[in-house]
């Protein structure tokens, strides 16, 4: 191994040039980022190259079934008035995407990465993270991720005797049961809307019980931990008791609730509440999320939601009827094949505006508005639901294939 000013051996730096020039094919023959077939050939090329590649780095990993992209966004904003920063920014955020990404960030001091939840244990193993954050975990990809509980177990073998600060959500009893291996852990009070995946005790199989914003087992004793940063309402409240206000371009409770956590992860790195909050500020949009565009003299804004705990948060932070709403959704590898879990969505919140339907599962989703009572019309493409809408601006939720499809087609 090389000495502390270039931990990359002779072979590491062939696969990081190899991987740049696989990614640079890739981008130049007009398929995407190329950063997972860049990562893809540099790992197999060098099999600990993701290790080597973080060993000077202050390493932070997001892992959540909902908000990772924002909030790594959101973190890796507040790290920068300490330091330069790489991130997988575009979400890139298996193994192979991540290699990518830290190889890019040669002068990087910290490195600030989204992980997808079934790959959190690996990434830490090989990374040695400074903090992990923990913000949620609710069904998703029914069809490839394990159940909630598993994946949680998972993420707690993975993580006992971490040397990492762990910031975790204390509104959530499974990202809690997950954490609580870890021998260093900062509770934040982030909220959960959704709360269909903990009805019963990770720990014992027990009833929870909810009593306001509480959570306990009434059998076993698991409870919920007593938060030192907390989101409430507009402003994020520190271990001190002060409260500094979150000022946000991008909308909804949830997004509070991700500056909260990316607060608290800021401090651990000495970055102040006031200075990680005004830099939060500057994010508009994340990766095309929550933008406004202009299509056929309209103005369209996009929205992610890729399972029901999202889906919940994006109806809260629609503009009210009558605005035109239009879905869209897919089932393709990155979506999971299996849409079942449409009918866990509360579609009647809907009620009063006019839907739109799209996607290749279009006919899933009309299926399960007729039920919910809704008035909709099934459209053949984004350009026919956009001519049919009523006037103002449109609301378009659209699952993962789905959300990329329409941002291909408004050139965004």
């Not at 980022?33 to 790992?43: D, K, M, T, Y």
């Not at 790489?86 to 298996?94: F, I, K, R, T, Y």
């Not at 090989?126 to 394990?146: E, H």
């Not at 609301?395 to 329409?406: R, S």
Request: hydrophobic residues 45%.
């Amino acid at each position: 191994m090389a000495g502390n000013s270039d931990p990359l051996t002779p072979r590491a730096k062939l696969a990081v040039t190899a991987g740049k020039a696989v990614a640079a094919a890739s981008r130049a023959a007009g398929r995407g980022s190329g950063s997972v077939i860049g990562g893809r050939v540099a790992l197999k090329l060098d099999p600990d190259l993701l290790g080597r590649l973080a060993q000077n780095l202050d390493v932070v990993l997001v892992s959540a079934t909902n908000g990772k992209t924002t909030t790594t966004r959101l973190i890796a904003e507040a790290l920068r008035a300490a330091g330069p920063v790489v991130s997988n920014a575009l979400g890139a955020n298996m193994p192979a995407g991540i290699t990518s990404a830290l190889a890019g960030g040669s002068d990087a001091k910290f490195a600030v990465i989204e992980v997808d939840e079934k790959y959190l244990s690996g990434v830490a193993r090989d990374t040695g993270p400074k903090c992990i954050a923990l913000l949620n975990l609710s069904r998703d990809q029914l069809d490839r991720a394990a159940e909630t509980r598993m994946l949680a177990e998972h993420w707690r073998e993975g993580l006992s005797g971490s040397k990492a600060v762990v910031v975790a959500n204390c509104d959530d009893p499974l990202v809690v049961w997950a954490a609580s291996s870890s021998p260093n852990v900062i509770w934040v009070a982030a909220g959960q809307m959704w709360k269909d995946d903990a009805w019963s005790c990770p720990s014992c199989g027990g009833v929870m019980q909810r009593p306001g914003d509480d959570w306990f087992c009434g059998e076993c004793g698991f409870r919920r931990p007593t938060p030192t940063w907390a989101l409430s309402g507009d402003h994020v409240l520190d271990p001190h008791g002060s409260a500094w206000p979150i000022h946000l371009q991008l909308p909804g409770r949830a997004n509070k609730a991700n500056a909260a956590s990316s607060a608290a992860v800021a401090a651990v790195f000495g970055v102040p509440p006031q200075v990680a909050l005004e830099r939060m500020y500057q994010v508009q949009a994340v990766a095309g999320r929550y933008d406004v565009v202009q299509f056929q003299g309209r103005d369209l804004r996009l929205l992610l939601a890729k399972n029901p705990a999202g889906w919940l948060e994006t109806f809260s932070l629609i503009d009210p009827p009558p605005t035109p709403v239009i879905l869209s959704v897919n089932a393709r590898g990155a979506d999971g094949t299996d849409t079942s879990w449409l009918w866990d969505v509360d579609y009647t919140r809907l009620t009063g505006h006019p839907i739109f339907v799209l996607g290749n599962r279009k006919l899933d989703l009309a299926v399960r508005l007729e039920v919910a009572n809704q008035h909709f019309q099934v459209c053949d493409n984004l350009d026919q639901a956009v001519q049919l809408a009523p006037p103002g601006r449109i609301e378009v939720i659209a699952n993962y294939t789905a959300f990329q499809d329409l941002r291909r087609r408004v050139g965004n």
